[in-house]
């Protein structure tokens, strides 16, 4: 996976932990299993949201959405505001998607109460979040109750309140709103967010739902921050001249071979994440008297 601003090019994720169209859904939360690149990949996007959108007083609110459903949308924001809380920022994840919320489902817990029971009135603020057991500084607000008027709730003045009061308490916000071209519930938000982040998936979706998302998102004047390509395999059999691609690959089977090397915040029930190779350190190099004392040695 990585990521690029839109002035740049489309960004290119390889993460297909996401079941096909048709096909049951699954979640699936980074782990001390998960393969390096999977992990790299939400590493590069963590720092080029990062860049994009710079961690400010105030916090920073990052809108994720898709054209059409099924398309890694939620995963990859679960997983996304996962990385961002592995590296001490306070982060809130919320489930904006009243209809069709899954959010829960990764975090297995039930989705009341939630977003939609405390724009109603029937709950606090504090009721509706959870702490999350994975990491500490990871909180969610499930989708909460399905409500027959969610636009309207997303809409409304204590929804425009509530983000300003949770940007007082977290440093990143990440919203996992609707699909943009199926319902228009993902515009109610736009407004009160620093950027907004495209998911679509690699040979499924289609050019054409891509740049009506994007306009879509132009028009509610959002700031489109760029664009994740979902389920995007790298080719192995096209090695690049340069060695790059050969030198990443040898880094994810460097770490599959050694089993102690994973990063470790010190919370509890936190998950393991392949270590990032740049930080290994190297071999101890001696100088050539030292070189020649030890073969002596040895002789």
């Known amino acids: 996976m990585g990521f690029f601003s839109m002035s740049q090019t489309f960004s290119r994720l390889n993460f297909n932990y996401k079941t096909k169209r048709n096909t049951p859904k699954t979640e699936y939360l980074l782990n001390k299993n998960t393969p390096f690149d999977v992990a790299e990949a939400f590493r590069n996007l963590k720092a080029a949201l990062s860049v994009s959108v710079p961690?400010?007083?105030?916090?920073?609110?990052?809108?994720?959405t898709s054209a059409y459903p099924e398309e890694g949308k939620t995963t990859v924001s679960v997983n996304l505001a996962l990385m961002f809380a592995l590296s001490n920022a306070k982060v809130l994840l919320i489930d904006a998607d009243i209809r069709k919320g899954r959010v829960a489902k990764y975090f297995k817990t039930k989705p009341v109460p939630g977003l939609s029971d405390y724009l109603s009135g029937l709950v606090e603020l504090d009721d509706a979040i959870h702490t999350s057991r994975i990491n500490k500084n990871l909180s969610f607000i499930t989708c909460g109750t399905h409500s027959p008027r969610p636009y309207e709730l997303l809409e409304s003045d204590e929804a425009q309140n509530m983000?300003?009061?949770?940007?007082?308490?977290?440093?990143?916000?990440?919203?996992?709103?609707?699909?943009?071209?199926?319902?228009?519930?993902?515009?109610?938000?736009?407004?009160?967010?620093?950027?907004?982040?495209?998911v679509c998936r690699h040979m499924s979706s289609y050019i054409s739902d891509i740049s009506r998302a994007l306009s879509t998102l132009r028009f509610a004047k959002a700031n489109i921050l760029g664009v994740v390509v979902n389920d995007y395999n790298v080719p192995q059999a096209k090695k690049s001249g340069n060695g790059y691609t050969k030198k990443y690959y040898y880094y994810s089977y460097e770490y599959n071979n050694k089993?102690?090397?994973?990063?470790?915040?010190?919370?509890?029930?936190?998950?393991?994440?392949?270590?990032?190779?740049?930080?290994?350190?190297?071999?101890?190099?001696?100088?050539?008297?030292e070189q020649s004392a030890k073969k002596k040695q040895h002789q």
């Open 163 to 198: 983000i300003k009061e949770l940007k007082k308490r977290y440093d990143y916000i990440f919203i996992d709103t609707p699909p943009m071209l199926l319902i228009s519930d993902a515009l109610a938000l736009t407004p009160v967010t620093d950027g907004a982040v495209l």
């Open 259 to 289: 089993e102690d090397e994973t990063v470790d915040t010190g919370a509890p029930d936190q998950p393991q994440i392949p270590a990032d190779p740049a930080a290994k350190t190297q071999k101890t190099q001696y100088a050539p008297d």
């Open 55 to 64: 961690k400010q007083e105030g916090g920073v609110v990052i809108e994720m």
